[in-house]
Nanobody, 127 residues
Framework: QVQLVESGGGLVQAGGSLRLSCAAS????????MGWFRQAPGKEREFVAA????????YYVDSVKGRFTISRDNAKNAVYLQMNSLKPEDTAVYYC????????????????????WGQGTQVTVSS
């Protein structure tokens, strides 16, 4: 089992940047594929980005490609989301999720595929 804690959210103007962090407990962090999701008020939680257990493969939703970068540091038990060129429509609570990695890289984009979640961090982008 893994416990997750997000940080790094805040208020930023459109065009600005934020870097989210997700700290994981446990000594088996490298056995998990990780994902970032977000949830705006009144909307369902949606996929943003995912990274394989080794960090060798990443996947993004089209709306953030070229603006967001997911990365991880297995030695520090952490996954990051660098967000650049932020837009008001990026405003949401951002969550990191973990799922046990399989033998092949298959990215899951539905929240139900991730058994473990953090508490979320608020990102607000003003226009």
């Amino acid at each position: 089992q893994v416990q997750l804690v997000e940080s790094g959210g805040g208020l930023v103007q459109a065009g600005g940047s934020l870097r989210l962090s997700c700290a994981a407990s446990g000594r088996t962090f490298s056995s998990y594929d990780m994902g970032w999701f977000r949830q705006a008020p009144g909307k369902e939680r949606e996929f943003v980005a995912a990274i394989s257990w080794s960090g060798s493969a990443t996947y993004y939703v089209d709306s953030v490609k070229g603006r967001f970068t997911i990365s991880r540091d297995n030695a520090k038990n952490a996954v990051y989301l660098q967000m650049n060129s932020l837009k008001p429509e990026d405003t949401a609570v951002y969550y990191c999720g973990a799922r046990t990695a399989s033998g092949t890289v298959v990215f899951r984009t539905t929240p139900a595929a991730y058994p473990y979640w953090g508490q979320g961090t608020q990102v607000t982008v003003s226009s």
